[in-house]
């Protein structure tokens, strides 16, 4: 074993050494690498302004050329006055042959159309296209609904005839004559395709890539054929994101794939040398430094032979280290173990003692035991004692809002605040978890204090406010009273616990004193059935006065102090009863009470921890259900009125004076009330079915009769042929004559009947 630590320090300072050189070599090429990534940034920044510079002068030149020529052209004004352009045909030829002109000499044009209000008539480079033909009606509703817009539009999807294909278009429109008339407008389409081919012509894709996406993050061009991720290139990755203020679209540039920046060698000759002096004086300094520590490391080691330690009796060699961490680990095990087991039995000794003095059992030797635990104070007696329960409120919460940790962490903290204010009040408190939610306090106070009711009380409330304000936990607490003697605490306790199951009646404040209970007062039961069943009988009447003995009800809760368990089993018996009566009406009524809603009602009222919340909740929810039983009554009056105003409808749709009015003064309910009724039943609008019924009518007179359209638009109920024209065709889809023309069947030639 000669020299064997001596080689092991040796190595054990090289890792050191290498990873120091490595780092400093790591160092350098990041610094390289980073320069090269700045100047790379830079120059593809240029290049990515270059591109949308000359994407922007070519739109801007698109523009200003069109515009100088509407200016010089007094062809465009001329086609703007209808007049003159039925008198001279050969408008319409000069407009559309500079149209063409204008779309041959400039690549990106993909067409250029004028539009006019007075007529709605559209000229294209293929002539004049009537308003119901032309295929972007929508772009130029969308113009004239924006007339004072300046800008280029998104990327939409263009076709001047029905039988051409889409294409991919941005434009711009500018009102006609020039620079703000009102007589029309020209619109300029821009073929996207031709504006992608030319990035492509400026944009290397073997180094670069180049993305635009529009205001909502959409890509709408790439040079890479890739996917995209949220980070940018997936074969690259994203360097400049510079946005154009005309088009409103972001250029968000980069570095391809598989290409490297621009390295710059920044390491010289001198800079090696100067690392290889460095790596051989570290060598040898390592060499000198690992002979100097071994010295005192080899008496150490001769030391530890010295002991005579032995293997571990199985054979198994080890080092000198290894003893010594092996021996050390075990002495460090058995001391945490010993000090472990020893709070652990002191823990559980105390919990003992605490169930034993509450359930009043091996009380002989409980002066010696409490000593021997060290759960009494130096030097102080008491002579009064008394038990006090604190619940946390809200426990489901509680537990689904921390972990297990936090909530073990929480009652800890919580045991030693409470423990700390009585101290602080010149008592001594001892607190021990009895349950999952619950814990026991045992207050001791000195002296023969005639005020230790009060004391108990006033301790009671600063702990749940500092608990309230500091753990954002609500507490409750029932206090026993107060004994003389640690053999009385177990009465002290049961009335405590007798307290607790007070809560909804006498929590109020969240302090239970056990001395408030009301004692034998019964339960009487009768009084409460009979309350229940004159609130039922009530709610079936449909009177309101239900909630006149509901509240009643409630009041006598409060003042016989009933349970908790016995009010919640009041309260559903109540609701049974309601069911009974009313569960079988309808589905909706039923939910209430055995589905969906009646769960979420039983657990609210699980969770309710006073009597005044009690009352809200079923004032809300008993509200609801009353809401719901009065509708349905009332929906059997409300059928037959809609029922008896359709079929004088379907009677009377010829009469031209049919209205709302006319139809609240023959059924005495107001207009809005009837259109509301209406919409309501039917889905329509009152409208639209009178309508429906006169276009079906005018349909089977058309196709059965020669009347003329005037006749027939006087006998469907409308004063002249005009409107009557106007609205069968927004219903049918044809005119009149057309339809009559075409010899359609009734109901064929409707293209929406969707009112």
């Given at each position: 074993?000669?020299?064997?630590?001596?080689?092991?320090?040796?190595?054990?300072?090289?890792?050191?050494?290498?990873?120091?050189?490595?780092?400093?070599?790591?160092?350098?090429?990041?610094?390289?690498?980073?320069?090269?990534?700045?100047?790379?940034?830079?120059?593809?920044?240029?290049?990515?302004?270059?591109?949308?510079?000359?994407?922007?002068?070519?739109?801007?030149?698109?523009?200003?050329?069109?515009?100088?020529?509407?200016?010089?052209?007094?062809?465009?004004?001329?086609?703007?006055?209808?007049?003159?352009?039925?008198?001279?045909?050969?408008?319409?030829f000069?407009?559309?042959?500079?149209?063409?002109?204008?779309?041959?000499?400039?690549?990106?044009?993909?067409?250029?159309?004028?539009?006019?209000?007075e007529?709605?008539q559209?000229?294209?480079?293929?002539?004049?296209?009537?308003?119901d033909?032309?295929?972007?009606?929508?772009?130029?509703?969308?113009?004239?609904a924006?007339?004072?817009?300046?800008g280029?539009?998104?990327?939409?999807?263009?076709?001047?005839?029905s039988?051409?294909?889409?294409?991919?278009?941005?434009?711009?429109?500018?009102?006609?004559?020039?620079?703000?008339?009102?007589?029309?407008?020209?619109v300029?389409?821009?073929?996207?395709?031709?504006?992608?081919?030319?990035?492509?012509?400026?944009?290397n894709?073997?180094?670069?890539?180049?993305?635009?996406?529009?205001?909502?993050?959409?890509?709408?061009?790439?040079?890479?054929?890739?996917?995209?991720?949220?980070?940018?290139?997936?074969?690259?990755?994203?360097?400049?994101?510079?946005?154009?203020?005309?088009?409103g679209?972001?250029?968000?540039?980069?570095?391809?794939?598989?290409?490297?920046?621009?390295?710059?060698?920044?390491?010289?000759?001198?800079?090696i040398?100067i690392?290889?002096?460095?790596?051989?004086f570290?060598?040898?300094?390592?060499?000198?430094?690992?002979?100097?520590?071994?010295?005192?490391?080899?008496?150490?080691?001769?030391?530890?032979?010295?002991?005579q330690l032995?293997?571990d009796?199985?054979?198994?060699?080890?080092?000198?280290?290894?003893?010594?961490?092996?021996?050390?680990?075990?002495?460090?095990?058995?001391?945490?173990?010993?000090?472990?087991?020893?709070?652990?039995?002191?823990?559980?000794?105390?919990?003992?003692?605490?169930?034993?003095?509450?359930?009043?059992?091996?009380?002989?030797?409980?002066?010696?035991?409490?000593?021997?635990?060290?759960l009494?104070?130096?030097?102080?007696?008491?002579?009064?004692?008394?038990?006090?329960?604190?619940?946390?409120?809200?426990?489901?919460?509680?537990?689904?809002?921390?972990?297990?940790?936090?909530q073990?962490?929480?009652?800890?903290?919580?045991?030693?605040?409470?423990q700390?204010?009585?101290?602080?009040?010149?008592?001594?408190?001892?607190?021990?978890?009895?349950?999952?939610s619950?814990?026991?306090?045992?207050?001791?106070?000195?002296?023969?204090d005639q005020?230790?009711?009060?004391r108990?009380?006033l301790?009671?409330?600063?702990?749940?406010?500092?608990?309230?304000?500091?753990?954002?936990?609500?507490?409750?607490?029932?206090?026993?009273?107060?004994?003389?003697?640690?053999?009385?605490?177990?009465?002290?306790?049961?009335?405590?616990?007798?307290?607790?199951?007070?809560?909804?009646?006498?929590?109020?404040?969240?302090?239970?004193?056990?001395?408030?209970?009301?004692?034998?007062?019964?339960?009487?039961?009768?009084?409460?059935?009979?309350?229940a069943?004159?609130?039922?009988?009530?709610?079936?009447?449909?009177?309101?006065?239900?909630?006149?003995?509901?509240?009643?009800?409630f009041?006598?809760?409060e003042?016989?102090?009933?349970?908790?368990?016995?009010i919640?089993?009041?309260?559903?018996?109540?609701?049974d009863?309601?069911?009974?009566?009313?569960?079988?009406?309808?589905?909706?009524?039923?939910?209430?009470?055995?589905?969906?809603?009646a769960?979420?009602?039983?657990?609210?009222?699980?969770?309710?921890?006073s009597?005044?919340?009690?009352?809200a909740?079923?004032?809300?929810?008993?509200t609801?259900?009353?809401?719901?039983?009065?509708?349905?009554?009332?929906?059997?009056?409300?059928?037959?009125?809609?029922?008896?105003?359709?079929?004088?409808i379907?009677?009377?749709?010829?009469?031209?004076?049919?209205?709302?009015?006319?139809?609240?003064?023959?059924?005495?309910?107001?207009?809005?009330?009837?259109?509301?009724?209406?919409?309501?039943?039917?889905?329509?609008?009152?409208v639209?079915?009178?309508?429906?019924?006169?276009?079906?009518?005018?349909?089977?007179?058309?196709?059965?009769?020669?009347?003329?359209?005037?006749?027939?638009?006087?006998?469907?109920?409308?004063?002249?042929?005009i409107?009557?024209?106007?609205?069968?065709?927004?219903?049918?889809?044809?005119?009149?004559?057309?339809?009559?023309?075409l010899?359609?069947?009734p109901?064929?030639?409707?293209?929406?009947?969707?009112?």
């Open positions: 074993m000669k020299k064997n630590w001596y080689r092991r320090m040796l190595l054990s300072y090289f890792p050191v050494f290498l990873f120091t050189v490595t780092m400093l070599i790591f160092l350098s090429f990041i610094v390289v690498n980073e320069i090269s990534h700045k100047e790379t940034v830079k120059a593809d920044r240029i290049s990515t302004g270059y591109i949308i510079d000359t994407v922007s002068r070519s739109l801007k030149g698109i523009e200003r050329n069109v515009l100088e020529e509407m200016e010089k052209n007094e062809r465009y004004r001329d086609f703007l006055n209808i007049e003159l352009t039925r008198e001279k045909r050969q408008v319409l000069d407009v559309v042959d500079s149209m063409r002109t204008l779309i041959a000499n400039d690549s990106l044009i993909d067409s250029i159309y004028v539009y006019r209000n007529d709605k559209v000229l294209t480079r293929s002539g004049l296209v009537e308003w033909e032309f295929a972007d009606r929508a772009f130029i509703e969308q113009a004239l924006n007339p004072e817009y300046q280029w539009s998104p990327i939409r999807t263009y076709h001047e005839l039988m051409e294909n889409d294409r991919r278009v941005i434009s711009m429109y500018k009102r006609e004559p020039l620079p703000f008339g009102t007589e029309g407008f020209v300029i389409n821009v073929n996207m395709y031709a504006v992608e081919r030319m990035i492509h012509s400026m944009n894709d073997d180094l670069s890539f180049l993305d635009i996406r529009d205001d909502a993050g959409n890509l709408l061009f790439s040079t890479l054929t890739t996917t995209i991720n949220d980070e940018g290139q997936e074969d690259g990755k994203v360097l400049n994101r510079i946005r154009s203020d005309l088009l679209w972001t250029f968000e540039s980069g570095i391809a794939a598989g290409q490297l920046f621009v390295w710059v060698s920044v390491i010289s000759y001198v800079w040398v690392g290889l002096l460095t790596v051989v570290a060598i040898f300094y390592i060499i000198y430094i690992t002979r100097k520590n071994y010295k005192p490391i080899r008496v150490m080691m001769n030391r530890i032979e010295s002991i032995r293997n009796g199985f054979g198994i060699k080890m080092d000198e280290l290894s003893i010594i961490d092996q021996t050390l680990d075990s002495l460090i095990q058995q001391t945490a173990d010993y000090e472990k087991q020893q709070r652990e039995n002191l823990l559980v000794s105390r919990r003992q003692l605490f169930l034993d003095i509450v359930q009043g059992e091996r009380l002989d030797d409980l002066e010696e035991r409490l000593l021997n635990l060290k009494l104070p130096d030097n102080t007696s008491f002579g009064q004692f008394a038990f006090i329960v604190v619940e946390i409120g809200h426990y489901g919460d509680f537990r689904s809002g921390y972990s297990v940790h936090d073990n962490t929480l009652k800890f903290a919580l045991t030693n605040v409470l700390e204010l009585a101290r602080d009040d010149g008592m001594h408190g001892w607190a021990e978890w009895i349950g999952e619950r814990m026991g306090i045992i207050v001791g106070i000195g002296g023969e005020s230790a009711k009060e108990i009380r301790f009671a409330d600063k702990g749940r406010t500092w608990v309230s304000e500091h753990l954002r936990m609500s507490l409750q607490f029932g206090v026993g009273p107060v004994k003389q003697g640690w053999n009385r605490i177990e009465l002290s306790y049961k009335a405590a616990v007798e307290a607790m199951q007070h809560k909804l009646s006498l929590g109020k404040e969240s302090v239970i004193m056990s001395d408030d209970l009301p004692g034998d007062a019964g339960r009487r039961w009768y009084k409460y059935l009979q309350m069943a004159e609130l039922v009988r009530e709610f079936r009447l449909s009177t309101g006065e239900w909630r006149v003995h509901l509240e009643r009800m009041e006598s809760l003042s016989d102090c009933l349970k908790d368990e016995d919640r089993m009041l309260l559903q018996t109540m609701m009863m309601l069911g009974s009566e009313l569960g079988e009406i309808s589905d909706d009524l039923l939910d209430y009470f055995r589905g969906d809603k769960d979420v009602r039983k657990k609210t009222v699980e969770e309710t921890v009597l005044e919340q009690m009352k909740l079923f004032f809300e929810h008993l609801d259900i009353y809401r719901a039983y009065v509708a349905f009554c009332e929906t059997k009056n409300h059928r037959a009125m809609i029922n008896e105003m359709k079929a004088y379907e009677e009377n749709f010829v009469d031209p004076d049919l209205s709302l009015k006319h139809l609240s003064d023959r059924f005495h309910i107001s207009g809005k009330y009837a259109s509301y009724l209406f919409k309501e039943e039917f889905n329509m609008k009152f639209d079915f009178i309508v429906k019924l006169r276009m079906e009518r005018a349909e089977e007179l058309l196709a059965e009769t020669e009347e003329p359209v005037q006749n027939i638009a006087l006998q469907v109920g409308y004063a002249n042929s409107t009557f024209g106007r609205v069968f065709k927004r219903v049918i889809g044809v005119t009149p004559g057309d339809y009559r023309k010899k359609l069947k109901g064929k030639a409707r293209q929406s009947a969707s009112f």
